[in-house]
């Protein structure tokens, strides 16, 4: 799951598949919606990546995950301290508000800040591995890297993944009566 | 009653996933969920999160439902777009407040604009003004929801509640 703008291009970037799913709306949702995943694929690991100010504008999602606890569930937030998509202006963890520290508070069973490549290494296996939630704040220079973008048509988003997930059963209806 | 019996329809229907603000109109009905092992309800802090939680849930091939009070509606506007872009099923009940017999005016804007603000976004809405036709109405809406991908509304009348007053709803 990736949440709207920079951190859509960065995960599309990095490789656009089919178990992607990048919005391009729906501001603040983008940690809830890796909830949903969690809660419906217990046996899956499930990885949001979403901007400081999408989950700052969401930032509620961080009390409820952290009441669910979903073992297989890590929000990753980088964070720019910027608004990336709409002139650069600083968000509040410009002024010192500590996303990580928010996690821990709500009840993240892991958070943590990254500040060096070195710590990396050590992020992909809590993203991997780590019983969750997880959390990391991974603080980014503000630079604007070429954009790369990801399809944009919600329906085909959203069907390429659940074919991807669920294979045939995503087209079948699933009727009790 | 008509929480036991809309209970008995998301069961039916297959409901995994109960997102909820918590609302007096829907105290039974959230406890029925509770209590269903087939089901996990999760409280939420706005009903914007219900959006979320659905859309993941869908993604992840499991049908939800949401449960709000009519001020919550209010809450969601921007977010029904991703339901409308996506085309994400969407199974919504809505306890009306702000009609008839409610004794908060501060309730009745949102309460008068909610069928309004769910129609603009692109959500059916049904409103079942008596008790005995709530569960019709979510039997349809469940059904519409997943089969034909549509956002549906189900908005439960006060009358149907029937709280009028702080002390009432304290009794509760």
Not at chain 2, 41 to 61: F, K, V
Not at chain 2, 110 to 136: F, I, N, P, S, W
Request: charged share 20%.
């Amino acid at each position: 799951m990736a949440g709207l703008g920079s951190t859509a291009w960065d995960i599309t970037a990095a490789g656009d598949c089919d178990l992607s799913f990048p919005t391009w709306g729906a501001m603040g949702q983008a940690a809830m919606i890796g909830l949903g995943l969690a809660a419906a694929q217990p046996q899956r690991r499930v990885l949001v990546v979403t901007g400081d100010g999408e989950m700052l504008m969401g930032m509620g999602a961080l009390a409820t995950i952290g009441v669910q606890r979903p073992a297989n569930l890590t929000v990753v937030v980088i964070d720019n301290e910027r608004y990336g998509e709409t002139g650069m202006q600083p968000t509040h963890t410009a002024h010192g508000v500590d996303l990580a520290a928010v996690a821990r508070a709500c009840g993240f069973r892991n958070s943590k800040e990254v500040r060096k490549q070195s710590e990396i290494a050590s992020l992909a296996e809590m993203i991997h591995v780590s019983h969750g939630p997880n959390f990391a704040a991974i603080k980014v220079s503000d630079e604007k890297p070429p954009l790369v973008l990801p399809p944009h048509d919600g329906v085909l988003l959203k069907e390429r993944f659940r074919r991807a997930l669920l294979g045939s059963s995503a087209d079948v209806l699933a009727e009790k009566r | 009653m008509w929480p036991d019996e809309v209970h008995r329809e998301l069961a039916a229907g297959g409901v995994r996933l109960v997102g909820y603000v918590p609302d007096a109109g829907h105290k039974r009905l959230i406890e029925l969920c509770q209590a269903d092992p087939a089901m996990r309800a999760i409280a939420l802090t706005t009903e914007e999160e219900g959006i979320g939680l659905a859309a993941g849930a869908w993604l992840g091939g499991a049908r939800s439902v949401l449960l709000m009070q009519s001020s919550g509606v209010g809450n969601l506007v921007n977010v029904l777009g991703m339901v409308k872009v996506c085309r994400f099923p969407l199974l919504m009940i809505v306890t009306m407040r702000g009609e008839p017999g409610e004794f908060n005016p501060w309730q009745v804007p949102m309460g008068e604009a909610a069928a309004r603000v769910l129609e603009t976004m692109g959500v059916a809405v049904r409103q079942a003004g008596e008790a005995q036709t709530v569960a019709a109405h979510v039997r349809a809406a469940l059904r519409i929801a997943y089969q034909a991908q549509g956002a549906e509304a189900v908005l439960i009348a006060q009358q149907v509640i029937g709280i009028k007053s702080f002390q009432e709803q304290s009794n509760q």
